[in-house]
């Protein structure tokens, strides 16, 4: 009698684990369906956008173009029509609903340019910032102010008042000299032949595959 | 038998400790803010929603008024009964519970700052949050013998058409040929050989 | 937080101690279940004692459940983690082979190891034979080079190949390993008793 | 009395339920802390490499297979797999030695010789090493890991695997029943 009493209490039991199996198994299926949590902690992202540090002066930007300086991409997040009235030399449009095409990920997902996103405020190159940095892509930034700001400073920079710190003129004449650069011609200047900007643009961005510190060795 | 009774305790013991152990940390240790939607779909959502508000919208009894500046700002002037968030603590608890409460409330949030910029940044983070029950308050704050004077403002408007300007500069400057700006191509294509993710896991066998 | 050591939460180096530590707790596992004894790893083809069909389904099943609760609740991103790589023909005309093999000899490597760990010589010569195999392989190896490169789908999981939902594929594939525990319990009871 | 309750608990094996959810526990585990799953053949794969290498390092470096397992600063025994077939090792010694199922000796039916046994464990074994490479993975690493995380390959290595082995069991069954 014990034996049978044990061997019921036995398959009992099986029952029992059965069912929390499928109770576990089931439980997956019923949960709230949501979408898959990718990208680096909120709290992180947070505080990625919240460091001034992200953002680029106007004048920065200019003397990197100036220099010529190739380990720099340009990407304007405004749509086609701005981007065709005017955008920075050799900037790449990639229009905000875009962002996440085939063709524009090559562009921001690489870690061997920076990146420079620009509109004409920093409202838009922000919410790009912002989704780009989600995902961990690395050294992007925002210019500051975008391209009003480009305009305020650079292109028809304002002439400092006489009572200014002599730092203001250095400041304008500099820019003066990046706008003329940028293709403004002021009426005093001497006929000097407007250097053509001729800079190609890197064609080639190879993403050398570069070994992770964490590398996990595997496969049997 | 005995020895067979003895096994089968024990197994069973050592089963349901493991199961509760794992549950208990699993449950206890969830991680707080969880994203709700994924980015492609933020970007779809916030590139074809308005998610602008505007002074005169600000009567509807359902928008609730958040001001994300300094505590300092906040007390020099701020729009009637907006509630003070500053924009770092956004993810804390108790600001977590007060969007939560607004939503289950179904209350709209409206951020405002000094300028349209500084909400932008909550907004967004909040919004990938899963919290799609706030508005942005596209104003510009300014002072006035330290009175708010707040005008709506429309965001990322062009202030000048900067290729007119140039060209108009060379015409003023008449001079004679005029300057070719070559158009430079943006780079074609940009090729990238298969990036490993970062610390791609490997395994196997 | 995802898997641990690539995530970086968990330094590189601590890799090998890990490892170190999980092979103990699969070899006294795999011992303990019975897995050292060849006759009780033959016995699911032979219906007297189905300990492996038991073990290894039960193993997926929790391993899986776990893997797709812990994703959902955001401790580990599925997409971090290592997925075996299919390739066609070569895990189909591999398995076959394996499964041969696991017929003539009763083992599989993890088992046969730890065999050999209590001293079975059968293991040992059973891992020889193992040895001996991959040299064989490795010998002809551009014989069977269509197949072991060929026919290469990626590190693709069932969701991305039949588009299937994960989790009703894991609530349906618990019912079925259920249906077949209770049918190996009365086939069980059918076959011929044998003591080993 | 006690020799012969430790007799009788050499054949007590744990309930292979209770086994099945430690072992998935365990993989569980291991794919949280290192995001791979199990393994066994990949550790012997890189023993033959090594020893190759050792004994002859100028055909090891040419034939296509083994070059692309040995690197220069790293001897192919370095390795994730290796070392945790070493803990497997060391987990079924105690595992055994609490038991009391230590002690050489070969496991065969009564009805066959030990030689018998002998031989078809090594054609079993030269069978799995071939399988095993072609299929890039066993049971423990390809089928059981695989199927942890759905891969497709995976399954597909296990219904091959139970599939054959149930086709040609009709055929070993004099050395087993």
């Not at chain 1, 398959?11 to 029992?16: D, E, G, P, S």
């Not at chain 1, 005017?86 to 085939?102: G, Q, R, T």
């Not at chain 2, 409206?110 to 706030?134: K, M, R, T, V």
């Not at chain 4, 007590?12 to 099945?20: E, L, S």
Request: some cysteine; overall charge positive.
């Amino acid at each position: 009698m014990v034996k049978k009493k044990i061997a019921k209490v036995l398959a009992f039991r099986y029952k029992i684990l059965a069912a929390i199996l499928i109770l576990l198994a089931g439980g997956l299926v019923l949960l709230p369906k949501y979408q898959k949590h990718e990208g680096i902690k909120p709290e992180e992202l947070l505080s990625n956008t919240i460091s001034p540090e992200r953002y680029m002066t106007t004048d920065r930007l200019a003397h990197i173009l100036i220099n010529q300086d190739p380990s720099f991409i340009l990407i304007d997040v405004r749509d086609e029509k701005s981007f065709a009235s005017y955008s920075l030399p050799n900037a790449i449009n990639i229009p905000l609903e875009k962002l996440f095409d085939e063709g524009s990920d090559s562009y921001l997902n690489q870690n061997q340019f920076d990146v420079v996103l620009f509109s004409n405020d920093n409202f838009y190159a922000d919410q790009a910032w912002i989704l780009c940095n989600r995902l961990g892509y690395k050294h992007m930034r925002v210019l500051k102010g975008g391209v009003n700001e480009w305009y305020a400073t650079i292109i028809n920079p304002l002439k400092p008042a006489d009572n200014m710190p002599v730092t203001d003129f250095e400041l304008y004449a500099t820019r003066k000299a990046a706008s003329m650069f940028f293709g403004v011609v002021y009426p005093e200047q001497v006929k000097v032949e407007a250097p053509v900007i001729v800079k190609e643009a890197p064609k080639k961005v190879i993403t050398i595959e570069k070994k992770k510190k964490a590398e996990a060795e595997g496969g049997c | 038998m005995k020895e067979l009774e003895k096994t089968k305790r024990i197994s069973i013991a050592a089963t349901l400790f493991i199961l509760a152990v794992i549950i208990g940390l699993l449950t206890y240790k969830r991680p707080k803010n969880i994203y709700a939607i994924n980015t492609k779909d933020t970007l779809e959502k916030i590139t074809s929603a308005n998610y602008f508000t505007t002074l005169e919208e600000l009567k509807n009894p359902e928008y609730v008024l958040i001001d994300v500046r300094n505590q300092y700002e906040f007390e020099k002037g701020h729009l009637e009964n907006a509630i003070n968030i500053y924009a770092p603590e956004i993810l804390s608890d108790d600001n977590i519970k007060v969007f939560n409460e607004l939503k289950e409330s179904n209350k709209m949030a409206i951020l405002y700052g000094n300028n349209p910029q500084e909400p932008n940044a909550p907004f967004l983070i909040l919004y990938q949050l899963g919290f799609d029950n706030i508005k942005l308050l596209a104003i510009e704050n300014s002072y006035l013998q330290n009175k708010l004077i707040s005008k709506n403002t429309v965001v990322e408007k062009s202030e000048a058409d900067i290729t007119a300007f140039i060209n108009e500069s060379v015409k003023k400057a008449n001079a004679t040929e005029t300057v070719k700006k070559e158009v430079v191509a943006p780079p074609k294509k940009v090729i990238t050989i298969e990036k490993k993710k970062k610390a791609e896991a490997e395994g196997g066998c | 937080m995802g898997p641990l050591i690539p995530n970086g939460v968990i330094p590189f180096e601590w890799d090998n101690i890990i490892a170190i530590l999980i092979g103990i707790a699969f070899g006294f596992v795999l011992e303990a279940s019975g897995f050292s004894s060849s006759r009780k790893l033959a016995g699911v083809f032979y219906g007297y004692d189905f300990a492996v069909l038991k073990v290894f389904f039960t193993a997926a099943l929790v391993a899986v459940i776990g893997v797709y609760y812990m994703d959902y609740l955001g401790f580990l991103d599925v997409n971090q983690l290592y997925v075996h790589p299919t390739y066609l023909w070569g895990a189909i005309i591999g398995g076959i082979i394996m499964g041969v093999g696991f017929v003539a000899g009763g083992f599989c490597p993890g088992t046969s190891l730890c065999a050999v760990a209590i001293g079975k010589i059968d293991a040992i010569v059973y891992v020889g034979g193992i040895m001996v195999g991959i040299f064989i392989f490795s010998e002809l190896y551009p014989l069977f080079q269509p197949i072991y490169e060929g026919y290469f789908y990626g590190n693709v999981t069932l969701e991305d190949s039949l588009g299937i939902n994960p989790y009703w594929f894991v609530f349906i594939f618990s019912i079925i390993a259920i249906v077949a525990f209770v049918i190996s319990d009365m086939v069980q009871k059918r076959v011929k008793k044998i003591f080993y | 009395m006690k020799k012969e309750l430790k007799q009788k608990s050499k054949h007590i094996y744990w309930n292979p339920y209770y086994g099945g959810f430690l072992l998935g526990i365990l993989i569980l585990f291991t794919f949280y802390l290192t995001g791979r799953g199990l393994g066994a053949s990949g550790a012997m794969k890189s023993s033959v490499v090594s020893i190759i290498e050792s004994v002859a390092p100028t055909h090891a470096e040419e034939s296509s297979y083994y070059s692309k397992f040995i690197t220069e600063d790293e001897s192919p025994m370095k390795n994730w797999l290796v070392f945790e077939t070493l803990g497997v090792l060391i987990g079924a010694f105690i595992s055994g030695g609490l038991s009391g199922r230590i002690g050489w000796r070969i496991q065969h039916s009564p009805k066959i010789t030990s030689k018998r046994r002998l031989v078809f464990a090594v054609i079993g074994g030269v069978l799995f090493g071939l399988g095993a490479q072609i299929a890039r993975g066993c049971t423990s690493g390809a089928a059981l890991s695989g199927m942890a995380v759905l891969s497709t390959g995976g399954f597909i290595t296990m219904l091959a695997i139970f599939g054959s082995a149930y086709a040609t069991a009709y055929f070993f069954r004099k050395n087993w029943i």
